[in-house]
């Protein structure tokens, strides 16, 4: 990740970009609320990140089949499904950085979206010490 900003997940190909998205979407939704200026912050996040090519009702369908899998199947089912489709530790660490991005974007990284990160990192097996850097180095 740059300096100045994030790079573009426009060409990640499925079913990785889903799961990065879900990360993203895990990170936004750590506290158990996903209000509308943390979704409008999210919405924004990814159509930036993806240079538009994921936006609108594709976005929102996204989102929303999300959503019901987490409901359904709980945040560690969710995390050990997006280890599965993101096969390498490079897109892991990335789709972490981009998930501490999320949690961050308000100036402040609460208890609950501490937990999200450490759990996202132990499910992705990016070591916790990483994680912290990882932490360190995107909310300075």
Same mark, same amino acid.
């Given at each position: 990740?740059s300096?100045?900003?994030?790079? /573009?997940?426009?060409?990640?190909?499925?079913?990785k970009?889903s !799961?990065?998205?879900e990360?993203?979407?895990?990170?936004?939704?750590a506290d158990?609320d996903?209000?509308? +200026? *943390? $979704?409008?912050?999210?919405f $924004? #996040?990814?159509e930036?990140?993806?240079? @538009?090519?994921v /936006?609108?009702?594709?976005l929102?369908?996204?989102?929303?089949r999300? #959503?019901k899998?987490?409901e359904? *199947? &709980?945040r560690a089912a969710? =995390?050990?499904s997006?280890k599965? $489709?993101?096969?390498d530790?490079?897109? @892991?660490?990335? !789709?972490?950085g981009?998930a501490?991005?999320i949690t961050?974007?308000? &100036?402040?990284?609460r208890t /609950?979206e501490r *937990? =999200?990160?450490? +759990?996202? !990192?132990e499910a =992705?097996?990016i070591? $916790?010490? *990483?994680?912290?850097?990882?932490?360190?180095?995107l909310?300075r």
């Amino acid at each position: 990740m740059s300096p100045h900003g994030p790079p /573009s997940i426009r060409d990640v190909q499925e079913p990785k970009l889903s !799961a990065i998205i879900e990360v993203m979407f895990l990170a936004a939704y750590a506290d158990g609320d996903f209000g509308e +200026e *943390e $979704r409008v912050h999210f919405f $924004r #996040s990814i159509e930036s990140l993806t240079d @538009r090519h994921v /936006s609108g009702d594709t976005l929102e369908q996204l989102v929303e089949r999300i #959503s019901k899998a987490v409901e359904a *199947e &709980g945040r560690a089912a969710r =995390l050990a499904s997006v280890k599965e $489709r993101l096969t390498d530790p490079g897109s @892991r660490k990335a !789709a972490l950085g981009l998930a501490i991005q999320i949690t961050a974007a308000d &100036g402040i990284i609460r208890t /609950s979206e501490r *937990e =999200l990160i450490l +759990e996202a !990192a132990e499910a =992705l097996d990016i070591d $916790r010490d *990483e994680a912290a850097d990882l932490v360190t180095s995107l909310t300075r």
